[in-house]
């Protein structure tokens, strides 16, 4: 129910501006947030914001962390890429206009794959 895209392989220190559109709904009357899965480890919340614009960051580094929306996407950028940043990265919607982003009726989609080296 969302297609994100953006990611791909990148060297430290430079930044990625990843995309989500959805499928099915209007992603404009919803709260998105932003998720992560690194290789062996458990699904991390990392931002959310809601239909008002008002942005709520979860993730502990939030500063190199920026989300964002217009009428259409919902956006992640993620500045000074590290390699623990290496993961793959969801969209969620909550059910509702406000934060948090997550809800009982919606599959996890493909991500989008960010690889950071060097």
């Known amino acids: 129910q969302f297609v994100e895209s953006g990611g791909g392989l990148v060297q430290s220190g430079e930044s990625l501006k990843l995309s989500c559109v959805s499928s099915g709904f209007r992603i404009n009357s919803f709260a998105v947030g932003w998720f992560r899965q690194a290789p062996g480890k458990g699904r991390e919340p990392i931002s959310c914001i809601s239909v008002d614009g008002y942005r709520d960051y979860i993730i502990n580094d939030k500063d190199r962390f920026s989300i964002s929306r217009d009428e259409d996407k919902v956006y992640l950028e993620i500045m000074n890429l590290k390699p623990e940043d290496t993961a793959v990265y969801h969209c969620?919607?909550?059910?509702?206009?406000?934060?948090?982003?997550?809800?009982?009726?919606?599959?996890w989609g493909p991500g989008t794959r960010v690889t950071v080296y060097g």
């Open positions: 969620r919607r909550s059910l509702v206009r406000t934060c948090p982003a997550d809800n009982p009726v919606d599959s």
